[in-house]
DNA sequence: TAGATTGTTAATCGATTAACAATC
DNA sequence: TAGATTGTTAATCGATTAACAATC
C-alpha cells in the first residue's frame, strides 16, 4: 500500500539487468522455480538483497517454494522497460561509435541500433549492415522516422556538450554519455555516464596499493 | 595519524579520476590556486565531498585560499597509480578490443594498450598501429616481455572465465571486464566489471516510469 | 502438520552533507 | 587584524544485512 510514495533505490535498479540475465538462463535451460539463495549465488550477493529488491515491486515469489522463473523474468522486463523495443542512436561514427552498432547483445535486450550520426561528410551514407550514417543535421527528423529512443553520445570531449544540445533539442530524453564530461542538460532528461577511464583507473589504484 | 587504520571509501576512489580531468584542464590553462567550490561545481557535487574526499589523503589544501593546482594534481596522480606508466592487454580482438586498443585518451592517462589476443588463427600477427596481436596461449611470455600490467577481457561471455583463468595463471593482478559474467578470481586479483548493457537498461527503465 | 522460503522489520554499515573551528 | 577557505566533526541520509514472522 501507499505504493506511489515507495522510491526504489537505484542500487537496486542497477541490479535488475542482473537478475534478468540469470533468470534468461535459468528459463533457457527450462528451470520453472528458482530461490533467491540460488539466484543470489550465481550473482555474487546476499539473498537477503536480492529478496529485499524485489519486494519493492511487490509479492512477486511463493512462500516456501522459490520465484517462479519465467513469471519473474516477465515482470523484469516489465520494470526495465524491455517489453518497449528500444531504438538507439549513435553520435560519433568513431571507433567506439561504430563498435556499439556492431555489439551483438542488445538484440536479446529488446534494444537495437537503428542509426548513426557523424559531421564528417566522408562517412555520410556509410552502411555498416542495416545502419547507416547520417550528417548529425539530420538528428530531428531521423529520430522521427526512425522513433529513435535513446542518444548514444561518442563523440570526442569538446563536441559532447554540444552534440547533447542537439540531441535535446531533437526531443531525445535519455542520452547515453561515453564522453569523459559532465553535460547539462534540462531536469527531464536522463544521463547516464559510461566514463571508461575510471575504471581502469581505480583498477591503476589497486595496483599501486598492492605492490607498496 | 594511525594512517594504517583509514579505509579509503570506494566512491571517493572512484571520483579521483574526475579531480584529476578537472586539475589537468587548470593546469593547462595556467590557474594557480582552486577552491574546492571551483572544483566541485564543474563536477557537479558539493564542496563539501570534495574536501571530505581529498582529506582522506591528508591536508592537501591550504586554509583561507585553497588548492595548489598543480601541487593536487601530482598528489592525485601519484593515489591513482598515474606515475606509474601501466600497460594492458587487450584479450579478444573482436570489435569492442580493437575500438579499446585504437583508444586515444589513455596516453594522456599514463595508460598504454601494448598488445591484444585472440584465438582466431585469422587474427594473428595481425597489427594495429604498434599493437601486435598475439594468440592467447602467448600471454605468459608476453607479459613479462611487454610488462603488461591489466588484463582486458573483451571475448564473449561464454569465453570470458576461461580467458580469465589463463590471465591469472600469467599473473595478473587487474582484470578490466567487458563480458557480462561474474568472474571468480583469487582474493589478491581485483576485477572492474564494465558491464555496458546495465546503463542503457537503466535508461530504459527511466523512459518507461517517464511515460506511464 | 512439518519443512521451506518469502517478505518485512530492525539493526548495522557506509556515504553524504551541513556546520563550524582551525588557520592561512 | 579581517576575510576566506580548509579540514573535521556530527548529523543525516541511503543501502545492506540479519533475523524471523508470515505463509506456501
Do not use: C
Request: hydrophobic letters at 45%; proline letters at 3%.
Amino acid at each position: 500500500m501507499k505504493d506511489e510514495f515507495v522510491v526504489i533505490p537505484k542500487a537496486t535498479i542497477s541490479r535488475l539487468p542482473l537478475y534478468f540475465r540469470v533468470l534468461s538462463e535459468l528459463d533457457h535451460v527450462g528451470v520453472p522455480i528458482v530461490s533467491s539463495e540460488e539466484m543470489a549465488a550465481k550473482i555474487g550477493i546476499t539473498s537477503s538483497q536480492l529478496r529485499k529488491d524485489l519486494s519493492y515491486f511487490g509479492g512477486l515469489g511463493i512462500r516456501g517454494t522459490g520465484y517462479d522463473v519465467s513469471y519473474l523474468l516477465a515482470k523484469i522486463k516489465e520494470i526495465l522497460g524491455m517489453n518497449h523495443h528500444r531504438h538507439l542512436a549513435i553520435i560519433g561514427a568513431g571507433k567506439l561509435g561504430t563498435a556499439l552498432a556492431g555489439y551483438g547483445g542488445f538484440l536479446q535486450h529488446n534494444l537495437e541500433v537503428k542509426a548513426l550520426f557523424d559531421i564528417d561528410e566522408a562517412k555520410i551514407g556509410w552502411k555498416l549492415g542495416e545502419i547507416e550514417v547520417y550528417h548529425i543535421s539530420e538528428l530531428k527528423p531521423r529520430k522521427e522516422e526512425l522513433k529513435l529512443d535513446i542518444a548514444t553520445i561518442t563523440v570526442p570531449a569538446a563536441a559532447a556538450q554540444q552534440v547533447t544540445k542537439a540531441a535535446v533539442e531533437a526531443g531525445f530524453k535519455a542520452i547515453w554519455n561515453f564522453a569523459p564530461v559532465r553535460l547539462e542538460v534540462p531536469e527531464d532528461v536522463h544521463v547516464r555516464n559510461e566514463d571508461l577511464v575510471v575504471g581502469v583507473l581505480t583498477l591503476s589504484h589497486h595496483l599501486s596499493r598492492k605492490n607498496q
